[in-house]
């Protein structure tokens, strides 16, 4: 079969060189649901009213003077974005180095970010209701190196995102919660450098951030995820050859969005004897393989597979970035919530069907068909690439509409590359993609108003 003609993955990195952020009315962007994630409404941890911050102005001013041309280069770097944008990146480093099962990624990004999206929702509902005005709008001539947002000064957003991170992380990765803390410390001491929020704000979002932390530790400690496999793998002809798959306890977390593990569980698979199954193990034997199907199966089995969690929030934020003011804080942080929440559920969706009906790897089946590379260790159907990354282009597509075919079109390329690698059936990628959008529409309709297709 030949190959799709679709965006190369160079392409789809560089998703937004033929659309800018200008393609994208604001009007038309996603309204997040006013519906938290851990807190039960942004109501619960939002900040009690602020003191007259009249008396903190020499305070920060005093800060401003001994800033420094480093102090400028750093609070430049952490403006960068929204607040969540810099701690959507900062943990995938960590995760990489530790090579985090994807299973297990997809867990700790989906906590991370409901934890920092209830805590930038929190921050907001505060800011609308006492509008505080910015230190500069209180005092001209205290002016700002940053491009400042409408938004009101109190409490600081970006203290609520890095505390509410900076903690998460700290649980996740025990070894790295000083660095992580020491970072959130210098995002905060930014806002202040910078002149654009008063030490009250900061120690306000502070206040959010540890709260809304609280709540999702709280979550993570009960989400099964630290539960050991004690099953064994069946036997039998049609089944998986192997032990300890990967994942193996991932069917029983605790999903976000879903009612339970199996609520799409797909129906069997065809048996290995029958016509289907011999149907498609003959087009991946008669697949002719060129250099450009090896280069992106390899690509999507390297930066798709073991790091799919690390490509797609990378496309995300690129994303984002390129939109600008379209998403607000509030917006962008739903987005990145929807993404890794809806790839997470998807992982335990996708690992469900995977251990309840181990099936057999192509190459199990006949030894005659040599994949490309090693199949990775667990069942066949669905295939997982499938169902992430169907899910995650799903949600993109949905909330940046105006790249929604191209956004398609990469999930799809991710889910035929292992035909062409010689990975799985083509009823596995097929099975998977439908699973991947039944997660991804489940969990746009709990994360936003509406979107637009």
């Given at each position: 079969m030949r190959p799709l003609g679709i965006v190369s993955l160079v392409a789809g990195l560089a998703l937004v060189a033929s659309t800018t952020a200008t393609a994208q009315d604001p009007a038309s962007s996603p309204v997040p649901r006013n519906q938290s994630w851990l807190a039960s409404s942004p109501s619960e941890t939002k900040s009690v009213a602020p003191a007259d911050a009249k008396g903190e102005l020499a305070e920060l001013k005093a800060i401003v003077a001994?800033?420094?041309?480093?102090?400028?280069?750093?609070?430049?770097?952490?403006?960068?974005?929204?607040?969540?944008?810099?701690?959507?990146?900062?943990?995938?480093?960590?995760?990489?180095?530790?090579?985090?099962?994807?299973?297990?990624?997809?867990?700790?990004?989906?906590?991370?970010?409901?934890?920092?999206?209830?805590?930038?929702?929190?921050?907001?509902?505060?800011?609308?209701?006492?509008?505080?005005?910015?230190?500069?709008?209180?005092?001209?001539?205290?002016?700002?190196?940053?491009?400042?947002?409408?938004?009101?000064?109190?409490?600081?957003?970006?203290?609520?995102?890095?505390?509410?991170a900076a903690e998460v992380l700290g649980y996740l990765f025990p070894a790295r919660a000083q660095m992580f803390a020491a970072r959130a410390e210098e995002a905060m001491q930014t806002r202040l450098l910078a002149g654009v929020e008063f030490p009250s704000d900061v120690a306000a979002g502070r206040e959010i951030g540890r709260k809304v932390a609280a709540l999702a530790i709280v979550r993570g400690k009960s989400d099964g995820s630290d539960g050991k496999w004690t099953g064994s793998t069946p036997q039998g002809p049609g089944k998986w050859q192997g032990t300890t798959p990967i994942g193996a306890t991932t069917p029983t977390w605790r999903p976000w969005v879903l009612a339970r593990a199996d609520e799409f569980r797909p129906q069997a698979p065809p048996a290995f004897d029958s016509d289907r199954t011999k149907a498609d193990l003959a087009e991946l034997k008669a697949f002719k393989r060129l250099p450009m199907t090896n280069h992106r199966a390899v690509y999507w089995e390297v930066f798709g597979g073991a790091r799919a969690h690390a490509l797609w929030n990378e496309i995300a934020r690129t994303k984002l970035l390129e939109y600008g003011d379209v998403f607000d804080a509030p917006a962008a942080a739903r987005v990145l919530a929807a993404l890794n929440i809806a790839f997470a559920d998807a992982t335990v969706a996708c690992w469900d069907a995977k251990l309840a009906y181990w099936h057999i790897r192509p190459s199990q089946l006949d030894p005659e068909l040599k994949p490309l590379f090693p199949p990775p260790n667990h069942p066949s159907y669905p295939a997982a690439h499938g169902c992430l990354s169907t899910a995650a282009a799903t949600v993109l597509a949905a909330v940046f509409p105006a790249d929604r075919e191209r956004l398609l079109a990469l999930g799809k390329e991710a889910a035929e590359a292992r035909v062409w690698a010689g990975i799985h059936y083509r009823y596995d990628i097929e099975v998977g993609q439908e699973l991947g959008r039944k997660v991804a529409d489940k969990t746009l309709v709990r994360a936003f108003n509406s979107t637009k297709p």
């Open positions: 001994r800033r420094t041309e480093r102090d400028l280069a750093v609070l430049r770097w952490w403006d960068t974005g929204v607040p969540t944008y810099r701690w959507n990146d900062l943990p995938l480093e960590a995760m990489l180095e530790d090579f985090v099962t994807l299973p297990l990624a997809a867990r700790h990004l989906a906590l991370l970010h409901a934890a920092m999206d209830d805590a930038v929702a929190a921050a907001w509902a505060s800011k609308r209701e006492f509008r505080r005005p910015r230190p500069h709008d209180t005092d001209p001539p205290l002016a700002t190196p940053l491009h400042t947002t409408k938004a009101q000064s109190y409490p600081s957003d970006f203290a609520a995102a890095a505390v509410a």
